[in-house]
Nanobody, 123 residues
Framework: QVHLAESGGGSVQAGGSLRLSCAAS????????MAWFRQIPGNQREQVAS????????YYGVAVEGRFTIVQDNEKNTLELQMNSLKAEDTAMYYC????????????????WGQGTQVTVSS
């Protein structure tokens, strides 16, 4: 099973940018869907963005569309999330997930998760 490791989180002021990275221990090309989720304490894990490699289709949650960009690099086995125009409500722990099935908004459909990276946006 692939191991995922997120990095790039930190503290930033509203309006700023961060780029998260998820490094995989082996090829991610075997996974149909790679996705970024986020979670705040007491809430369910929420899908932020995903990439379906079968159809080459990316998806963004309504809250981040137009501000975030997901990038998958099969050569480097990385998944990145460019986050621009950050808002205080983007504050959360961000997780990278992998699934051999189609992309899903349900966290339980993903087989593997990283340990997460914290993003804190101050207003």
């Amino acid at each position: 099973q692939v191991h995922l490791a997120e990095s790039g989180g930190g503290s930033v002021q509203a309006g700023g940018s961060l780029r998260l990275s998820c490094a995989a221990s082996e090829s991610i090309s075997k996974y149909r869907c790679m996705a970024w989720f986020r979670q705040i304490p007491g809430n369910q894990r929420e899908q932020v963005a995903s990439f379906d490699s079968v159809f080459g289709y990316d998806y963004y949650g309504v809250a981040v569309e137009g501000r975030f960009t997901i990038v998958q690099d099969n050569e480097k086995n990385t998944l990145e999330l460019q986050m621009n125009s950050l808002k205080a409500e983007d504050t959360a722990m961000y997780y990278c997930g992998a699934s051999r099935g189609p992309c899903s908004k349900a966290a339980w459909d993903y087989e593997t998760w990283g340990q997460g990276t914290q993003v804190t946006v101050s207003s």
